[in-house]
């Protein structure tokens, strides 16, 4: 079955200009994540939504990045007036509702921005 | 606060060879522990998870994590590596206690199966 898709798979942007990151989750998963993983280092949590319930924006690194979810399926990251640190691997992961706390999270294949 | 600590940035291992790649965590309540794998350029794999019940637990490709309450680890272990098992590896850890779904990894392992 289809897994979680991301695009664009690479993004590569001068500072200051705006991106949008997409995120496709699997069908059913009523659960969105976002991380970042900078090189060398783990995955840093950015935000997390289920369902109808408020987002939980706990990692967000700035007021320059947001992101939402529309009709509880497709979600967009977006990073404002772009800095060189914000360069990395954006991945995003879906899980079922039902037992969430302790189901795995399925990941798509990221998409790598670079900001010149 | 929850936290994870994969205190080797790489591991070698002889192809045939047992491996382990260590992980310790720190919670506040009981963890939800979770084993991922990482190819190159592709997205994170599931590969096992510690829930509750036996402290050994077994996962995708012949790998089995143990947990350990005393010591607060969860090292992943295979008896004879294959150089295919060549990737980064990140364990990972929820806190039942704290309600927050986020997951909290570590820094990753690179494994090197040499022929």
């Known amino acids: 079955g289809a897994g979680v898709s991301q695009s664009p798979s690479n993004k590569v942007t001068e500072k200051g200009k705006d991106v949008e990151l997409r995120c496709d989750p699997i069908?059913?998963?009523?659960?969105l994540y976002w991380y970042r993983q900078s090189l060398g280092q783990g995955l840093e949590f950015l935000i997390y939504f289920q369902g109808n319930s408020a987002p939980d924006k706990s990692g967000l690194p700035s007021d320059r990045f947001s992101a939402e979810r529309t009709g509880g399926s497709v979600s967009t990251l977006t990073i404002q007036r772009t800095q060189q640190e914000d360069s990395a691997v954006y991945l995003c992961?879906?899980?079922?509702?039902?037992?969430?706390?302790?189901?795995?999270?399925?990941f798509g294949p990221g998409t790598r921005l670079t900001v010149l | 606060a929850q936290s994870v600590a994969q205190p080797e940035d790489q591991v070698n291992v002889a192809e045939g060879n047992p491996l382990t790649v260590k992980c310790t965590y720190s919670?506040?309540?009981?963890?939800?522990l979770f084993w991922y794998v990482q190819y190159p350029n592709r997205g994170l794999q599931f590969l096992l998870k510690?829930?509750?019940?036996?402290?050994l637990v077994k996962g995708s490709y012949g790998f089995e994590a143990e947990f350990n309450k005393s010591q607060t680890s969860f090292h992943l272990k295979k008896p004879s590596a294959l150089v295919s098992d060549s990737a980064l590896y990140f364990c990972a850890v929820r806190d039942t206690d704290t309600g927050r779904r986020a997951l909290t990894f570590g820094s990753g392992t690179r494994l090197q199966v040499q022929p």
């Open positions: 919670v506040s309540g009981n963890p939800y």
């Open positions: 510690y829930i509750t019940g036996d402290n």
């Open positions: 992961a879906s899980s079922p509702r039902e037992g969430a706390v302790y189901n795995e999270q399925f």
């Open positions: 069908s059913g998963h009523t659960a």
